[in-house]
Structure formats: structure tokens, C-alpha cells
């Protein structure tokens, strides 16, 4: 089977941090784009962090620049979202994805990312 595992979530205080991981079974995440994605409850889903097939590339929300980095490895199959300094507005659940073009295209809708994770919660306390 074809699945994403997100792990890493949890409850933190404010100026926290916590690592997400993304693990890839069944396929070579290597081969894609990895994008991470948020939704917090009553809003729609946004997009956080994606890291391009080489590594050449990296896009943040402007919410979280600074704060968030989005790492691969790919001898482990694995990515991962590092989250420092953690605020109440990151509370979402977050869900990572693969982009089958490797370049993040579609990144900005989440257009173009065909497998997702079910989902990790963070939740933030002030």
C-alpha cells in the first residue's frame, strides 16, 4: 500500500517546539515534492511548508518564515516540519503530501499533491 504517516504532533506551550515527520511506505518519497498543509477547525486548510524533489527549493507560509523548517531524508524515507517557537494560531491539524511534480507546483492550492497523510494535531497553549 501507498501510505504517508504523520507523526510528531502534540500539546506544547506558547514558544515551543515540536518536529513533525512524514513517513513514506509503499514508495520512494524521493521521487516527489513534499508539501506540509494545516487546517485549523472552522477554516480552510493552508498551506505551511513545501521542500522540492532536490532539495533545491524551499517555500514558507509568510506565517511561519522564520519559525518552521522543512527538512527531507530520503534514506529514511522521511521528511519532516521542525517548529519553533510555536504560537495558539498554529493550532491546526497538520497533514503532509506529495507533489508529483517535484517542484511544489500547485503549492499554493494544494493542487498537483496526490497522497496525504491523515493528519497530526498541534495544538498550541497560550
Known amino acids: 500500500d501507498v501510505q504517508l504517516q504523520a507523526s510528531g504532533g502534540g500539546l506544547v506551550q506558547a514558544g515551543g517546539s515540536l518536529r513533525l515527520s512524514c513517513a513514506a511506505s509503499?514508495?520512494?518519497?524521493?521521487?516527489?515534492?513534499i508539501g506540509w498543509f494545516r487546517q485549523a477547525p472552522g477554516k480552510e486548510r493552508e498551506r505551511v511548508s513545501c521542500?522540492?524533489?532536490?532539495?533545491?527549493?524551499?517555500y514558507y507560509a509568510d506565517s511561519v518564515k522564520g519559525r518552521f523548517t522543512i527538512s527531507r531524508d530520503n534514506a529514511k524515507n522521511t521528511a519532516y516540519l521542525q517548529m519553533n517557537n510555536l504560537k495558539p494560531e498554529d493550532t491546526a491539524v497538520y497533514y503532509c503530501?506529495?507533489?508529483?511534480?517535484?517542484?511544489?507546483?500547485?503549492?499554493?492550492?494544494?493542487?498537483?499533491?496526490?497522497?496525504w497523510g491523515q493528519g497530526t494535531q498541534v495544538t498550541v497553549s497560550s
Open positions: 503530501a506529495t507533489e508529483i511534480f517535484g517542484k511544489c507546483i500547485g503549492y499554493e492550492s494544494g493542487s498537483n499533491f496526490k497522497t
Open positions: 509503499g514508495f520512494t518519497l524521493g521521487d516527489y515534492a
Open positions: 521542500i522540492s524533489i532536490s532539495d533545491s527549493t524551499r
